[in-house]
């Protein structure tokens, strides 16, 4: 299958670090994505990794691949409650205009 | 610059009703999006476009219909409303070199619900 998985809900106190997970299927994605979403928005792109990289850091957000068990996660240092939304992850495969797979989304709640 | 917007932001329908969703952006991206947003699902992709004049079909294409006349609007129509159609949509745009070829700009929505 082409699925993307995420666990449905996060919880978290401000302040803690906050790990969202994410699974997928495709061997031959290109790029894996991570946006949000703030209740009545539209997605916005938090960062991206290439699939030849196992890391990328951008300020509070760090990325992790693991492209043997195909497995990224997204971690979000002293996380604050403007952090509070969903996240998706997503894939893209290669070849295409847009063969891209999301995730169900992981809604992250953070307790003040 | 508005970026990406849609109208409207709310619509209520009724079976076999035909309506379309207005998307319109300001910076002149060659590419935009149509995608369908349903519980516990994530995005998938309806239909998009690469130029003015250009249009394919995305995942779920059926029961809805596209053009692209200029590079700044791409209206997604829906011919006979269905409830299976009810849903959040999203348009997207990005411009031709966007790195990583990811989606950037979405449109805040359209709640759309067909009773």
């Known amino acids: 299958g082409e699925d993307v998985e995420q666990s449905l809900f996060l919880s978290v106190r401000e302040g803690d670090s906050s790990v969202i997970n994410c699974t997928y299927t495709?061997?031959?994605?290109?790029?894996l994505y991570w946006y949000k979403q703030e209740p009545g928005a539209g997605l916005q792109l938090l960062t991206y990794?290439?699939?030849?990289?196992d890391m990328k850091q951008d300020q509070r957000l760090t990325v992790l691949l693991n492209k043997k068990d195909k497995h990224l996660s997204l971690r979000i240092a002293d996380t604050q409650t403007g952090d509070s939304a969903i996240y998706f992850c997503?894939?893209?495969?290669?070849?295409?205009?847009?063969?891209?797979?999301f995730g169900t989304g992981t809604k992250l709640q953070v307790i003040p | 610059n508005a970026g990406v917007t849609q109208t409207p932001k709310f619509q209520v329908l009724k079976t076999g009703q035909s309506m379309t969703l207005q998307c319109a952006q300001d910076?002149?991206?060659?590419?935009m999006s149509w995608y369908r947003q349903d519980p516990g699902m994530g995005l998938r992709l309806i239909h998009y476009?690469?130029?003015?004049?250009?249009?394919d079909q995305g995942e779920v294409p059926n029961g809805y219909n596209v053009s692209r006349s200029t590079t700044e609007d791409f209206p997604l129509r829906l011919l006979s409303a269905a409830p299976s159609q009810t849903s959040v949509y999203f348009c997207?745009?990005?411009?031709?070199?966007?790195?990583?070829?990811?989606?950037?700009?979405f449109g805040q929505g359209t709640r759309l619900t067909v009773v």
């Open positions: 997207a745009s990005r411009p031709k070199g966007q790195p990583a070829n990811t989606e950037a700009f």
């Open positions: 495709d061997s031959s994605s290109t790029y």
């Open positions: 990794i290439f699939s030849n990289m």
């Open positions: 997503a894939e893209k495969k290669a070849g295409g205009y847009q063969k891209v797979t």
């Open positions: 910076m002149n991206h060659e590419y």
């Open positions: 476009s690469v130029g003015a004049g250009i249009t």
